[in-house]
């Protein structure tokens, strides 16, 4: 009998050990990536840059990304929030993820504009700044592999809408007037590299 109860609790033991074995995750929930390399473009700005993001994996499914951006020539900023979905789950080492993001960008790249003194009577041109203010929708689309269980390398490209374009318009008069443009298209790509903890 002594042997029995030995054995059944052996059993069970080893049971437990093997499911929480094989319930454990192969990578962590946390995300801190780099992108050495970032693409925008929008009628009004195009700006090539760099930038980090930290993305939480919610469940097997779904994960939360917050980015934020740099360009490098038009002094632009952006962040937001994303939503990512992966349709066969993230705890595997080559997938595939779809979702929608909010951006928020803001640039103050700026334009020429001639002017003329009254007093010297000459005309002379001035650097006038020209902030750009954005907000969009963008579906994202990215291919991530992580290697070597921590080290994650992937490729992100995504497609929207900016619905709010707040800029100075270049008048022929010299004056740079405010200017909400309606509704256009929004580009962007990123190539990423970081950590999973």
Sequence with gaps: MKKWSLLIL???????????????????DNLIALHPYFGYAT?????????????????????AKLP???GLAAKMFQTGIGLKFYPTGHDRTIKYAV?????????????EVSRFDSTGMFFYTEEVDNPL????????N??????????YIGAEMGIG???????????DSGFGGRSTGGPNVLFMFNLSMGYRF
Excluded: H, W
């Design 99 to 111: 979702g929608p993001s909010l951006l928020f960008t803001r640039s103050t790249d700026g334009f």
């Design 10 to 28: 052996i059993c069970f033991f080893g049971g437990n050990a093997i499911a929480q074995k094989s319930n454990d995750k192969g990578y962590g």
């Design 142 to 151: 990215s291919l991530n592999m992580t290697i070597k269980k921590n080290i």
């Design 68 to 70: 934020l951006n740099f």
């Design 43 to 63: 009628p009004e700005l195009s700006d090539l840059g760099v930038g980090i993001s930290y993305e939480r994996f919610l469940n097997e499914y779904m994960s």
């Design 133 to 140: 203010t954005q907000l969009g929708f963008a579906l994202t």
């Design 161 to 171: 809408i900016n619905y709010i374009n707040n800029y100075k318009e270049d008048l």
